[in-house]
Structure formats: structure tokens, C-alpha cells
């Protein structure tokens, strides 16, 4: 099945500080989306990305859609702490179905105060 | 207005035992998700459901059964619980294409000894 690669796994960072993680695949996409976790919870999408080159911001997130279809970008700009939890990647698959997703294996990120 | 519910939000089995964990949506979506979560693992898709009336294998569908009872609810059953069926379940659903709609529940805990 598809694959994606998220990195970092895990990042310590101070407040203040900007973040970028990533995800690469091996296949096409024709959706990317990012998701936030936090302790106990379900995700909750942040972004959602639908065409190639596509740049967008929500707030001090944002993410791109890359121009291969194979990879996607996060930039959250200066950290706070309640950033704090697990930060997922996640494609939709261009093969015919628009109804799975496949998931990046996550970033945790902390933030020290 | 309460969006996606799960039950039970905890659950301890024995092996082979069976349970039915229970997802409702009252958002009107036409498709549903389950997916397991496992440490380092991110999400994996079990099942989904596009639309009523129709049910698809996802990811690792093994072990595993759902019904769509009507378009608010998906049941997902373990007809004989394993120890590698240890994990934190959510539930999802969203609109038909439309990604930034999508929603999940709070996760079911499950352990099997």
C-alpha cells in the first residue's frame, strides 16, 4: 500500500521558535491534509490542501501542497506552548477512490515555555 | 449539535471475546471511517463506509467487522478479540469529497489480555 514518510518524529523546541515538518510519499496525491492531536483526543484537521502548488495559511500554520504531488510542508511560526501534541500528515489517494486516507506516522512536538 | 460520538470511551476484553464498539454522526455525512491507532504507528484505516448501503475494506480490515445501520451509524465488531487488537479506535466521517468537513470522535480504548 501507500506509503508516507513524516519527519521529524519528534521535535523540543522553545516558545517563540518556528517549526516546520514534512511529509513525502511515494505515490500521487491529489489531496493533503494536516491534523493536530492532542492527549486523549481524536484529530482535528488544520489545513486542507487540494491542488499542486497550493499555499495555505491558517492563522500561524501554514502549509503547501508540493508541485510534485508527492510531498507536503508545515510551518507553524512562533511557537506557544499549547502547540504541544501530535502533528499528522495524511494524503488522499488519487488511484479512483476519493474516500481513503493514508496517514504519515506523526510529529511530536514540544514546547518548553 | 454533537458532532461524532463514540462508545464506549473504555474497554478491557479477554481473548476471544467479542464487543461492538458504536459510532454516531449527526452532521448528515454520507461517509464514515474506522481506524486504529497504535504508538509510532499513526492511523490506520480498518473500514469505510462512502455512502449508506455500502461498506469497504481498508488498511488492515482483518479481524474486523462493520455494519452501516443507517447514515448516522457505523458499528465496528471483533468477533473474537486478539491481544494485537490492543489500540485506541476513532471513528470519522466527513461529506463526500469535501475533506475540510471531516470530523472525528473522541477514540475508543480498547486492551485485550
Known amino acids: 500500500g501507500q506509503q508516507l514518510n513524516q519527519s521529524p518524529q519528534s521535535m523540543f523546541i522553545q516558545e517563540g521558535e518556528d517549526v516546520s515538518m514534512n511529509c513525502t510519499s511515494s505515490?500521487?496525491?491529489?489531496?493533503w491534509l494536516w491534523y493536530k492531536q492532542d492527549p486523549g483526543e481524536g484529530p482535528v484537521l488544520l489545513i486542507a490542501?487540494?491542488?499542486?502548488?497550493e499555499l495555505t495559511s491558517n492563522g500561524r500554520l501554514t502549509a503547501q501542497f508540493g508541485i510534485t504531488r508527492k510531498d507536503s510542508f508545515l510551518n507553524i511560526s512562533a511557537s506557544i506552548p499549547s502547540d504541544v501534541g501530535i502533528y499528522f500528515c495524511?494524503?488522499?489517494?488519487?488511484?479512483?477512490?476519493?474516500?481513503?486516507?493514508?496517514f504519515g506516522k506523526g510529529t511530536l512536538l514540544t514546547v518548553n515555555p | 449539535n454533537a458532532g461524532v460520538t463514540q462508545t464506549p470511551k473504555f474497554q478491557v476484553l479477554k481473548t476471544g471475546q467479542s464487543m461492538t464498539l458504536q459510532c454516531a454522526q449527526d452532521m448528515n455525512h454520507n461517509s464514515m471511517y474506522w481506524y486504529r491507532q497504535d504508538p509510532g504507528m499513526g492511523l490506520r484505516l480498518i473500514y469505510y463506509?462512502?455512502?449508506?448501503?455500502?461498506?469497504d475494506k481498508g488498511e488492515v480490515p482483518n479481524g474486523y467487522n462493520v455494519s452501516r445501520l443507517n447514515k448516522r451509524e457505523f458499528s465496528l465488531r471483533l468477533e473474537s478479540a486478539a491481544p494485537s487488537q490492543t489500540s485506541v479506535y476513532f471513528c470519522?466521517?466527513?461529506?463526500?469529497?469535501?475533506?475540510?468537513?471531516?470530523?472525528f470522535g473522541p477514540g475508543t480504548r480498547l486492551t485485550v489480555l
Open positions: 463506509s462512502a455512502s449508506e448501503g455500502t461498506t
Open positions: 470519522a466521517s466527513t461529506v463526500r469529497f469535501i475533506w475540510n468537513e471531516q470530523f
Open positions: 495524511a494524503g488522499v489517494d488519487s488511484g479512483g477512490s476519493n474516500y481513503k486516507l493514508t
Open positions: 490542501l487540494y491542488k499542486a502548488g
Open positions: 505515490s500521487i496525491f491529489n489531496t
